[in-house]
């Protein structure tokens, strides 16, 4: 493993081919919100690109940079990222059979939050294609989700990306969950540029509720017709955020999900 | 216009989204093959994404890296390559308003180039999804053709992708073209992940001389028909290549293609 703050090789196969993984992680102090999702999330997906990372490697970056970087930041907490690449070497796109990964860990200031009353959000022309085996998993190939959030305006909090058939799928940098008809509504990992570390807590809380969720993509239609309650954007940083508005559309907000906690892993020094 | 040639900012969003573009030139000495064709592609697909560079800057940068390299390498000849990235800003996936991309150069040793006898092939399990807005674009977002080469064993020369509906759409870093029933095989820009230079070179040799080419997917069946006379791999670095088995099928081998030349730039010091 080779770690490095601040540059790169050029030769990195992370820059040559958006050959690797990242995730971003909430910080509070010493807090990580979700970290061992996370730290599960990263090993598991870089197993399946075939980039060797344990999680005790990955806990041991994330120690070292709370370390460097907990106290610089003020009580409205930090961002914590890591990206991890399979490094340099190979022939072309071909990759070394014994490759040495990189992973650079980075922290940056807590964006500003949105607040109870909810979001206004458009639809994104730029279309979503998803590799099946490629479905769910944050990998450094996001050009669509790059050309997708050049369409926003200062007015919009976020964009919704559809698929080729024009259903809903994700936001730019969220996922999205409808409340209609007395249940939920998702679209499943194999339809997912990026199968959020949040939507999966959120779902295990709706399970732990007994609620119904159904995983499909979602109909434009389906947000019009009275059932819709209320539709929401998660991430890791926002954590859950109601949508008050999209593309023109009034929208229901509701609490319901006003409740669910971030559960903090707390990372010894 | 910000160039490095070792090191890259760990900010760089050619490294965080693969937020660019590369272009990979065949060099012999000061002589670069095709040279205006990939300035002019890298400035094309630039505005496609909305990175600003011009088609002078790309003349410096290679002049530059002409005067450094090109006595350094033998007769063999040597590769070009110009990644350029959006560089560094913004806020997430949305880019800064006036970003100042950056543009890294490298040379590397030829490297070996198939004989006139032709080369096997395999087809890759991993299959090929294309993004109808970055179709044919060479981005940095290349972790399909990654995994496809993973595939890849000692004895195949390269692994042909395939699109969901199992049609042949182009090689992990080859396109191809099919010669078949009197007339020539190749997939529409469209459908292609990357539209390559010695692609385009070859299809205006084949219209110059008057022959028909159908833009069409390659049908797995139309290789074993008794029409096809041939099959053949392209790009910038080995040229036109024909292949002489696919998957365990014997094909016909000719040199149809064999007098294709490649114009050499020479560039200017």
Redesign the interface.
């Known amino acids: 493993m080779s770690a490095?703050?601040?540059?790169?090789?050029?030769?990195?196969?992370?820059?040559?081919?958006?050959?690797g993984l990242?995730e971003t992680i909430r910080m509070e102090g010493r807090g990580a919100v979700l970290l061992s999702r996370h730290i599960h999330r990263m090993v598991t997906d870089a197993a399946v690109?075939?980039i060797a990372v344990t999680e005790r490697e990955l806990r041991d970056a994330v120690r070292e940079a709370v370390d460097r970087h907990a106290g610089s930041f003020g009580s409205d907490g930090w961002v914590l990222k890591l990206?991890l690449?399979?490094g340099s070497g190979g022939?072309?796109?071909?990759?070394a059979a014994e490759g040495v990964p990189s992973l650079?860990v980075?922290a940056s200031v807590m964006?500003p939050l949105p607040g109870p009353e909810g979001v206004e959000v458009g639809l994104a022309e730029?279309?979503?294609?998803?590799?099946?085996?490629?479905a769910g998993i944050k990998?450094?190939?996001?050009?669509?989700?790059?050309?997708?959030?050049?369409e926003?305006t200062d007015d919009l909090y976020e964009l919704i990306m559809r698929d080729?058939a024009g259903q809903l799928v994700e936001g730019?940098?969220t996922n999205v969950l409808l409340n209609a008809g007395g249940h939920w509504i998702t679209p499943p990992r194999e339809q997912l540029a990026v199968a959020g570390i949040m939507r999966a807590h959120v779902l295990g809380y709706l399970e732990s509720q007994g609620e119904k969720v159904e995983y499909s993509t979602i109909s434009p239609s389906s947000l019009e017709g009275k059932d819709c309650r209320g539709l929401y954007l998660m991430n890791s940083i926002i954590g859950v955020v109601p949508v008050r508005r999209i593309d023109g559309l009034d929208l229901p907000v509701d609490d319901a999900l006003a409740t669910i906690s971030n559960p903090l892993d707390l990372v010894e020094s």
């Open positions: 490095n703050s601040s540059r790169v090789s050029a030769t990195d196969r992370g820059l040559a081919y958006g050959d990242f690109l075939g990206v690449t399979r022939r072309g796109y071909r990759p650079i980075s964006p730029f279309p979503l294609t998803v590799n099946p085996r490629l990998t450094l190939n996001r050009l669509e989700q790059v050309m997708a959030s050049r926003l080729p730019t940098r």
